[in-house]
């Protein structure tokens, strides 16, 4: 089991940047493909990015294509998003989950079910 904390969430000017992290609780995180997903207010919750085990596979939704970078470090037990170019659109609780996956190049889809465990998210408000 695996317990997910977001941080990094904050208020930004539109075209701003954040980063959010996402630290995970003990010593089996390289188990573990990453998500960000987001929900906007009065919206479902979103797919956002994932990424595989080993960091080298990547998969974005096109609403965030080119502006928002995910990242981990296993021997941080941590997973980022980078996100530039910030839109009030962007606006919404972010949050990180972990997917159980066995090979190190996989990464998960956008459906929730795919993932295991969820952090409590961090909200992220991007003023006009």
């Known amino acids: 089991q695996v317990q997910l904390v977001e941080s990094g969430g904050g208020l930004v000017q539109a075209g701003g940047s954040l980063r959010l992290s996402c630290a995970a609780s003990?010593?089996?995180?390289?188990?573990?493909?990453m998500g960000w997903f987001r929900q906007a207010p009065g919206k479902e919750r979103e797919f956002v990015a994932a990424?595989?085990?080993?960091?080298?596979?990547?998969y974005y939704d096109d609403s965030v294509k080119g502006r928002f970078t995910i990242s981990r470090a296993n021997a941080k037990n941590s997973v980022y998003l980078q996100m530039n170019s910030l839109k009030p659109e962007d606006t919404g609780v972010y949050y990180c989950?972990?997917?159980?996956?066995?090979?190190?190049?996989?990464?998960?889809?956008?459906?929730?079910?795919?993932?295991?465990?969820w952090g409590q998210g961090t909200q992220v408000n991007v003023s006009s």
């Open positions: 989950a972990a997917a159980i996956r066995y090979y190190e190049t996989v990464v998960p889809g956008r459906t929730q079910d795919e993932y295991n465990y």
């Open positions: 990424i595989s085990r080993s960091g080298g596979s990547t």
């Open positions: 003990g010593r089996t995180f390289s188990r573990y493909a």
